[in-house]
């Protein structure tokens, strides 16, 4: 058994340059969305990075080296900016794989699609939190946006453009679930990115997740990997389960029972075959990806700031006073968040720790402790009866490399 054909792990060492880096560009937006982070609001906010201040982003990004970090232009609504083409161009013309994650709104056209392809991005990312206008367009507070962001998405496809799927996982859609598999099945997609909320912003007034329902959509996610490719964000734990899932299929085992899932599962499970997306048409499910807040991952706000996540509102320092490259690397956050050995709770004390550790995002907001267990995690630490199997596949998972 080799741990990679299971998990991912980064080419390059994560304490020398992250993966991704997110750009906030800006908290413009014209939608309501119920779980907004940003808290976007209509109007740009006059201290934001300028483009002279973003291209110095940029650049500082650049100076990662080679590979690239992967760039990701986000807001608000990236498309509020004018200076969004410029943007791109000069990315792609200092070496960085530029991607563009906007808002489903009327600024989404075919013609400026067209123009952000042709500016260079290679990647769109779009949002779909419902299988239907009722339930996308409520979530997100405007109508239209269901019909605007199904339209963008059919038109980036046929411009040859990356697309990835976000679905933010909250109690308006748990069993609407296979529907929107459905839909990505049916429109395409490069991936499918199945979002647990983060309480933060407008997310705080949202329902909870119960920790045995994300057990039971892990495992949904990871059966729908053979139908879509498949992810989750902010749900790292989700690597724990693919091991889990792995180990229990070689041994012949049921992975309902020894897992213990529960209805939601079943009634999803139910849902797929209805629909029929039980049938496998990949050969191997899309590994998931060993990225973590600040092992990784960066985001930089519209002001500069630089936090391990977007959902961390932590920052570490800003790009306007000191380089993106020194804050990843030696900053006491982004150092302190890579070392599993500092977190607390059940998190601290799993075989699991060193390829999941949680969301670091969602034990803050929480607790008000980034190194916090994670609180919608219910796998007690030593409990799964595969041990040995487990101890061969983490054996040698290497740190940073593929």
């Known amino acids: 058994m080799s741990a990679p054909r299971v998990l991912r792990h980064q080419r390059q060492d994560p304490s020398d340059r992250p993966f991704i880096v997110i750009w906030e560009t800006t908290r413009a937006c014209p939608l309501a969305c119920l779980h907004c982070r940003a ?7 006059p201290l934001e990075l300028d483009t002279e201040a973003a291209q110095d982003l940029m650049r500082q990004v650049a100076a990662f080296g080679q590979p690239a970090p992967l760039f990701v232009i986000t807001g608000g609504d990236p498309f509020q900016r004018p200076d969004l083409l410029e943007l791109i161009r000069y990315g792609r ?18 013609d ?25 367009d409520g979530f997100r507070g405007v109508d239209g946006v269901y019909g605007w962001t199904l339209s963008a998405w059919d038109t980036a ?9 976000n679905t933010t996982v909250a109690r308006h859609n ?14 395409g997609a490069m991936l499918w990115s199945a979002f647990f909320l983060v309480p933060t912003g407008r997310g705080k007034t949202l329902g909870a997740l119960t920790a045995a329902e994300t057990e039971d ?3 949904f996610v990871y059966d729908v990997g053979l139908t879509v490719p498949a992810k989750t964000t902010e749900a790292h734990h989700f690597r724990r389960v693919a091991l889990q899932r792995r180990i ?3 041994a012949g085992d049921d992975h309902v029972a020894v897992l213990g899932l529960g209805d939601l599962y079943e009634q999803l499970r139910k849902r797929v075959a209805e629909l029929g997306l039980d049938a496998p048409e990949r050969r191997t499910r899309r590994p998931p990806l060993d990225v973590n807040a600040g092992r990784g991952f960066v985001f930089v706000s519209h002001h500069g700031t630089v936090h391990p996540s977007g959902f961390l509102p932590k920052s570490a320092g800003s790009v306007r006073e000191t380089p993106l490259t020194e804050i990843y690397r030696n900053s006491e956050l982004f150092t302190g968040l890579r070392d599993p050995d500092r977190l607390g709770g059940r998190c601290g004390s799993c075989e ?7 969301s670091r995002s969602r034990a803050f907001a929480v607790t008000g402790d980034p190194y916090a267990e994670e609180p919608w995690c219910e796998y007690r630490p030593g409990s799964f009866p595969y041990q040995r199997e487990l101890a061969e596949l983490l054996r040698d998972t290497p740190d940073g490399t593929e």
């Open 174 to 187: 748990l069993h609407d679930l296979p529907d929107i598999v459905r839909l990505v099945h049916q429109h």
């Open 352 to 358: 699991f720790r060193r390829v999941c550790g949680g």
């Open 157 to 165: 496809r046929a411009l040859g453009m990356k697309v990835q799927i």
């Open 248 to 250: 229990l299929e070689d």
């Open 217 to 219: 959509i892990l495992n």
């Open 93 to 110: 013309q200092i070496g960085l794989p530029v991607a563009v994650s906007p808002s489903g709104t009327p600024t989404l056209t075919a």
């Open 39 to 45: 808290e976007a609001v209509p109007n740009r906010d």
């Open 112 to 136: 400026r699609l067209r123009a952000v392809h042709e500016a260079g991005a290679t990647g769109l990312s779009l949002s779909l939190d419902g299988s239907t206008a009722e339930l996308h």
